[in-house]
């Protein structure tokens, strides 16, 4: 198959574009490299079943729908994603997630494309349901510092419903939990990259209010697999399925086993909670598991320790180019 993946040179873009093209796909990439590094795909470039384009897919005029990028699936991953980077540039991540999401639907129907769309647990807000099914349907704040990013994922999840309603597009929706592994920017301001980032060089780890907001962490490899079933899955046209990890824990448990596995004493700078920080959350993934016979594999401290590994080789790395 010839797959288009926007935001390929992003966290979650660049490991589903390695995983294609180890299925043996053609793959092109899209990026405008806003919150994405081109280091991502240093194991993508050396292959010729591998194209890059540096673009924005939400750009006024971007004709996502050239003959020259024909594709059978485009998978529309191009969005900031980190609270930290959205609040930084929330009209792109509006753009992204309105008229990227736009563009990919427009594509997508005029090649006969199949279209999946990675919305996010952010549509839920800070939910009153718990843990979340797909049927909730959330409690957003749609003027508050993360509307960017969850009203215009709700936006994205609306139009590609349309678009399957009216058109008969072929399309299907992920709501991705909090996801991490290797390629995580060190700086992208989100808990795990953080907490690692301070305990390696031996600070505090910031703790955001008590710590016992709650969050459900999927390895990334596992998220991959999930997108992957759901795109080829002929069940899942005009539907939305949870990927995640249901194992919950809370922040400050985080903070105290990523301390214990970098063998340093736990030590915690206090800092308030950010506005409408939403205070539990976990993945109901009934749905995933029936219909893709998908659930997560990888434990948190197999994840965490190739994680740190990853973080490591990259201080490493940077440390001496310096
Ligand atoms: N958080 C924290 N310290 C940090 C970064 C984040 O306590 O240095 C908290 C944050 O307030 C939230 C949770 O960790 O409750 C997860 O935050 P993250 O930004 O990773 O993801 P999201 O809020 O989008 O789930």
Redesign the pocket.
């Known amino acids: 198959m010839r797959i288009i993946v926007t935001g390929a040179a992003g966290f979650v873009g660049s490991h589903l574009v390695d995983r294609y093209l180890a299925d043996g796909h053609i793959v092109v990439g899209i990026d405008n490299l806003l919150t994405g590094d081109p280091r991502n795909l240093e194991a993508a470039r050396p292959s010729s079943d591998f194209s890059f384009l540096v673009a924005d897919v939400a750009a006024e005029g971007f004709d996502l729908g050239a003959a020259a990028l024909r594709a059978d699936l485009i998978v529309h991953c191009a969005s900031p994603a980190?609270?930290v980077d959205y609040a930084k540039a929330p009209l792109e991540t509006m753009a992204a997630n309105s008229l990227g999401t736009w563009h990919c639907a427009q594509a997508a129907s005029a090649w006969s494309a199949r279209l999946l769309y990675a919305s996010t647990s952010?549509v839920y807000g800070d939910p009153l349901e718990h843990p979340q099914p797909e049927s909730y349907w959330g409690n957003v704040n749609p003027i508050g510092p993360r509307a960017c990013y969850d009203e215009s994922k709700r936006f994205g999840e609306a139009l590609v419903t349309s678009y399957v309603r009216s058109l008969e597009l072929d399309a299907r929706i992920v709501r991705i939990f909090?996801t991490y592994g290797p390629r995580m920017r060190a700086d992208d301001?989100?808990?795990?990259p953080?907490?690692i980032g301070q305990a390696l060089a031996g600070n505090a780890l910031?703790?955001?209010?008590d710590?016992s907001?709650t969050?459900s962490f999927c390895y990334v490899s596992d998220l991959v697999d999930g997108i992957v079933r759901c795109a080829a899955s002929d069940k899942t046209r005009g539907v939305v399925v949870n990927l995640g990890n249901p194992q919950e824990l809370t922040?400050g448990q985080l903070a105290a086993k990523i301390s214990e596995m970098l063998g340093v004493p736990l030590a915690i700078e206090r800092s308030p909670?950010?506005a409408d920080?939403?205070g539990r959350?976990r993945p109901d993934i009934s749905r995933a598991r029936e219909l893709l016979g998908w659930e997560p594999r990888v434990s948190l401290d197999e994840g965490l320790r190739a994680t740190i590994e990853d973080f490591r080789t990259r201080a490493t790395r940077a440390g001496s180019r310096a």
Do not use: A, L
Not at 189 to 192: E, K, L, P, S
Not at 206 to 209: D, L, S
């Open positions: 980190s609270p952010e909090n301001g989100r808990v795990i953080n907490f910031t703790i955001y209010g710590g907001q969050r922040i909670m950010p920080d939403p959350r």
